[in-house]
């Protein structure tokens, strides 16, 4: 499941014309416009991109009947956390965070 440039950039050929910054706007202001229809075209193309794998992988994370520990570095790791933050803060599932060596020291033990 991967959205490709060539999808965004038909999104965004598509945009309608009400949607472009108009030229008596400030800069800033035609900027972050821009910024926003940009991510709504990437969230659409997102959207149309989900299929069978997505359904496969919920019905995976609704199967599970143990804990969900989600592991990252770096960048990965953040998104890891904000993950197993979600997932316990809503009690969708017991969930946890750890990172990769600290994961390969206790599974050793």
Known sequence: MS??????R???AERPVNDLPS???APD???GRDVLATEAAALTALGASLGAEFSSAIDRLFGITGRVVVTGMGK???VARKIAATL??????P???TRPRQAMVISAW
């Open 76 to 78: 990965s790791g953040h």
């Open 88 to 93: 316990a803060s809503t009690g969708t599932l």
């Open 29 to 31: 202001i035609r900027i």
């Open 3 to 8: 959205i490709g440039k060539n999808t965004l």
């Open 10 to 12: 038909s999104e965004l």
């Open 95 to 97: 969930c946890s965070c």
């Open 23 to 25: 030229p008596g706007d």
